[in-house]
């Protein structure tokens, strides 16, 4: 076994790397820039080497240094977690080279399955079945278009390189299939390097089911099944293992077709091949399609290790040093269900958007398991995925452990940044999703009940009041003649203002009123009647939602707001493209700038039909949340 290995990651990966590395009596090294000097996986990590600027080109792409550091401080394997390095054969030929070991599978491994279209046909000869479509080289969009025109729409342009959603395109008619094909080949180029996509039929109720394959480069078992069919734009959000509905011939003929696609290659370390699944009418041995192969640890191997009991990164660790398998295949059963939910700073309300910001308060339930990379005081950046956690439950039978997932989301608590943890919430109770009735475009259909804004009650509003105020660590005190003592607070929620005031009966009672309604709390042991939380000028109540408070300085009230003349960055970003100049006429809906932040593309649309009365920003341009890019001439 190894004593020292380098972890060419960051955040939870590598904190879930180090956990068993310690375990196992392994020494770890931690790489990092300098956005992350401060992070968790630096601190736990035995020792740290800092990289450069935080832009991953810079920092963690940086194979070279990388190397270096590894042979600097003694390791003598690399562990690439997922995304970053993790499937780049290049890399893994220099870590071989520099008499190092990659944690994972060859470089002929990774290059055979890398590009999608050419996996697919090394697939099809192995005779694993593939979804019909275009998986050749010839890149002309007439061509290319041609080809979708054959295949018959919907169809789906995915990029031949990477994964995780970015370079694919849904298109439901030859008239979008262009500027689809020109954004699916930009987001591409820019997150992988290679502009290439193929295109597929897509299937109308697809099911997305994969397999977690292991291998020691001569055998491989499967250790079963996992269904990422809750995605959004193609990211998966909710993931469980077993699939439901999955019948034992079913799960036979697919770990035997993922067995098969693993020993095709060789294939050494932990892998994932993924199946689209026609859930139209119930599982059949004959309705799943190979996709793609990752050729790494999965984001969300935990409920694989949930109902297996395995320790998939051990494993990895051993086979990595020279051991065999460490289980065979009847050696291998299923335990209880699982589920994983990932939780992210983002703004569900505003379409998902990636957000920054401090984590003022971060809590977790002792009943889940947690694998985040963060702690309270940590800063979410603009730089890098802006995952918090994944909370994973485990249960008897799939109906407790969904209970389990949802008593862990609701007492989970974050605040400091905007979050999905209420969407979260809220899929978990979606009927279709309960009785496991479960596609691709479950989210799509409930969207507006999934994504609406939190709206606050009465209550809420007072709990926050009573936070804001400190009560009873400052009570409300002074001199009132014949009278209850009252103060006055403002608290904005969104775009609501409330006037609250407070009177204080008791030290233990206090009555608010917020405009014409009143709400008296009454505080026990626990508190006000709801967990809350004072963090600088913001107070934040915790319950089956997050509802967050500005807490307004009175002498500050006037409005900043800035109508809808004008279209600002929802985000820090680069500016990929300006598509309209001043002067110019544009619609409602026109592209006028795409942004690109967290390697995904953000396109800004027109908010209203009018003329251009400014451009402020340029192709390449970086910018900050809240900057002013396009301003139209104001309405007369």
Request: hydrophobic share 45%.
């Amino acid at each position: 076994m190894f004593r020292k290995i380098l972890i060419a990651n960051r955040g939870e990966i590598a904190c879930r790397i180090i956990d068993t590395a310690r375990a196992m009596g392994v020494r770890t090294v931690a790489v990092y820039s300098d956005a992350d000097a401060k992070a968790l996986h630096v601190a736990q990590a035995d020792e740290a080497v800092r990289l450069g600027p935080a832009p991953v080109a810079d920092s963690y792409l940086r194979g070279d240094l990388i190397i270096q550091a590894a042979i600097d401080t003694g390791a003598q394997a690399i562990h690439p977690g997922y995304g970053f390095l993790s499937e780049n054969p290049d890399f893994v030929d220099d870590v071989v080279a520099a008499g190092l070991t990659f944690i994972g599978p060859s470089a002929q491994a990774i290059r055979a399955m890398g590009l999608k279209d050419a996996a697919k046909v090394l697939m099809q000869e192995a005779g694993v079945p593939v979804v019909p479509g275009y998986h050749g080289a010839n890149q002309n969009p007439d061509f290319l278009a041609g080809e979708a025109d054959q295949i018959g729409y919907p169809v789906l342009i995915k990029a031949v390189a990477g994964g995780g959603g970015k370079g694919m395109r849904l298109v439901e008619s030859a008239a979008e299939f262009s500027e689809n094909l020109s954004s699916a080949q930009a987001e591409a180029r820019t997150a992988f390097g290679n502009p290439d996509v193929l295109i597929e039929k897509y299937i109308t109720a697809p099911r997305h089911i994969e397999v977690q394959v292991f291998g020691d480069g001569t055998d491989a078992v499967h250790l079963f099944e996992r269904d990422c069919s809750l995605q959004r734009r193609h990211q998966k959000v909710i993931e469980e293992a077993p699939a439901p509905g999955m019948t034992d011939a079913v799960r036979a003929a697919m770990g035997a077709a993922a067995v098969k696609a693993a020993k095709a290659i060789g294939y050494a370390g932990a892998g994932t091949i993924e199946f689209i699944v026609d859930g139209s009418d119930g599982l059949h041995t004959d309705g799943f399609w190979f996709m793609e192969m990752n050729t790494r640890l999965q984001v969300e191997h935990p409920v694989t290790e949930a109902i297996t009991g395995v320790d998939l990164v051990e494993w990895q660790l051993r086979v990595a040093a020279g051991e065999p398998l460490p289980a065979q295949q009847e050696e291998l059963s299923i335990t209880g269900h699982a589920f994983e939910a990932r939780l992210y700073a983002e703004d569900v309300p505003a379409g998902f958007l990636p957000a920054t910001g401090v984590i003022d308060h971060l809590a977790f339930p002792a009943s889940a398991r947690i694998d985040s990379g963060v702690t309270a005081g940590d800063e979410i950046s603009p730089w890098y995925d802006p995952m918090i956690a994944k909370v994973t439950v485990h249960g008897p039978d799939r109906a407790r452990a969904l209970q389990s997932l949802s008593a862990a989301l609701d007492a989970t608590q974050v605040a400091g940044t905007v979050t999905n943890l209420d969407f979260l919430r809220s899929l978990a109770r979606v009927d279709e999703f309960v009785a496991g009735d479960v596609d691709t475009g479950l989210i799509a259909r409930h969207g507006d009940a999934l994504c609406g804004k939190a709206v606050p009650s009465a209550r809420d509003i007072a709990i926050a009041a009573v936070t804001a105020a400190d009560l009873p660590d400052h009570p409300l005190t002074g001199f009132a003649l014949w009278q209850p003592l009252e103060r006055q607070i403002a608290l904005q929620h969104g775009d609501q203002l409330f006037d609250v005031a407070l009177t204080a009966r008791d030290a233990a009672t206090c009555v608010v009123r917020i405009d014409d309604k009143g709400v008296t709390l009454k505080r026990k042991a626990a508190g006000w009647g709801a967990a809350a939380i004072l963090h600088s000028t913001r107070v934040t109540v915790f319950g089956t939602e997050s509802l967050t408070f500005d807490i307004v300085d009175p002498l500050a009230r006037a409005d900043t707001g800035m109508g809808g003349d004008t279209v600002l960055a929802p985000m820090p970003g680069l500016v990929r493209d300006v598509a309209v100049t001043a002067g110019q006429h544009v619609e409602e809906g026109d592209r006028l700038v795409v942004l690109e932040a967290m390697k995904m593309e953000h396109v800004m649309r027109a908010p209203r039909s009018g003329q251009i009365a400014s451009v402020t920003v340029a192709t390449g341009d970086q910018v900050t949340a809240g900057a002013l890019m396009v301003s139209l001439e104001t309405e007369t």
